[in-house]
């Protein structure tokens, strides 16, 4: 079983950075992908980036030039710098990975709320 522990969200202004933590543990032999979900009141949950264990990224057009993923292997920990919020980043961010095992399980984290307010 794997167990994924996110930290780092709160409240900020608009302009504001926030940086995510997750932390995966457990049975892990290896990590392939690690990304960052997020739901917003209302709306279907949605890919903000994700990272491969090449170190490729990828993230969605809402937050290029704006967010950074970032993983240590070692640690097996991934990162998401969040800087430049703005008001409709606010959601609950879901941590992701997938594992390389057989069938490629997959597994959440149960969310950290970021809200972005003046």
């Known amino acids: 079983q794997v167990q994924l522990v996110e930290s780092g969200g709160g409240l900020v202004q608009p302009g504001g950075s926030l940086r995510l933590s997750c932390v995966a543990s457990?049975?892990?032999?290896?990590?392939?992908?690690m990304g960052w979900y997020r739901q917003a009141p209302g709306k279907q949950r949605e890919l903000v980036a994700g990272?491969?264990?090449?170190?490729?990224?990828n993230y969605s057009d809402s937050v290029k030039g704006r967010f950074t993923i970032s993983r240590d292997n070692g640690k097996n920990t991934v990162y998401l710098q969040m800087n430049s919020l703005k008001p409709e980043d606010t959601a609950v961010y879901f941590c992701?990975?997938?594992?390389?095992?057989?069938?490629?399980?997959?597994?959440w984290g149960q969310g950290t709320q970021v809200t972005v307010s003046s």
């Open positions: 992701h990975v997938v594992l390389i095992a057989p069938l490629l399980p997959d597994y």
């Open positions: 457990g049975t892990i032999f290896s990590i392939y992908t």
């Open positions: 990272i491969i264990s090449g170190g490729s990224t």
